[in-house]
């Protein structure tokens, strides 16, 4: 991931971010993972790429077996072990998302949502290649990006 979220937007800033989104981010980040939500299983081991803190963690880990969260930045995982001390199920790893130390057909979801595509800052098709060659054949990766119609949003959103 870039140094951008690595140094800047990290841990606790990463956080209060989150907690001060305008109503109609919230609403647009609660859908999405709302249809996360809707396909993942109860057996299911699911990774979360750029998990940041584990902030969707808890909502994912009360769906699936296991939730494996990993991000690149020290401070955001540092405070997700922190925040995420009474969920069982989850765990959080530094790793780069484009190199997963993982190997082939593990997961039955991975997850990269919340503009996480544009987050890395890297080969676009190398990102979900590696995402792709960690997913057991029939599970499901499931990306997103920001639409052009929430850019105004967003915007609003980056000033706060």
Request: with cysteine; net charge neutral; aromatic share 8%.
């Amino acid at each position: 991931m870039c140094g951008y979220y690595t140094e800047k937007l990290a841990g606790e800033r990463l956080r209060k971010c989150y907690e001060i989104a305008p109503p109609r981010v919230r609403q647009y980040l609660e859908a999405e993972v709302a249809h996360v939500l809707t396909r993942i299983r109860p057996n299911d081991v699911v990774l979360d790429l750029g998990c940041g803190y584990g902030r969707i963690i808890p909502q994912l880990s009360k769906k699936a077996r296991l939730v494996i969260g990993i991000d690149s930045s020290d401070q955001s995982l540092l405070l997700g072990q922190e925040m995420l001390k009474g969920v069982e199920n989850c765990l959080l790893l530094a790793m780069n998302a484009v190199e997963l130390g993982f190997g082939s057909d593990l997961f039955d979801a991975v997850v990269c949502i919340q503009n996480g595509i544009s987050a890395f800052g890297v080969n676009e098709k190398d990102l979900i290649a590696e995402s792709i060659r960690v997913t057991k054949q029939g599970g499901i990766a499931l990306f997103s990006t920001y639409s052009h119609r929430f850019w105004e949003d967003r915007l609003e959103w980056f000033k706060l």
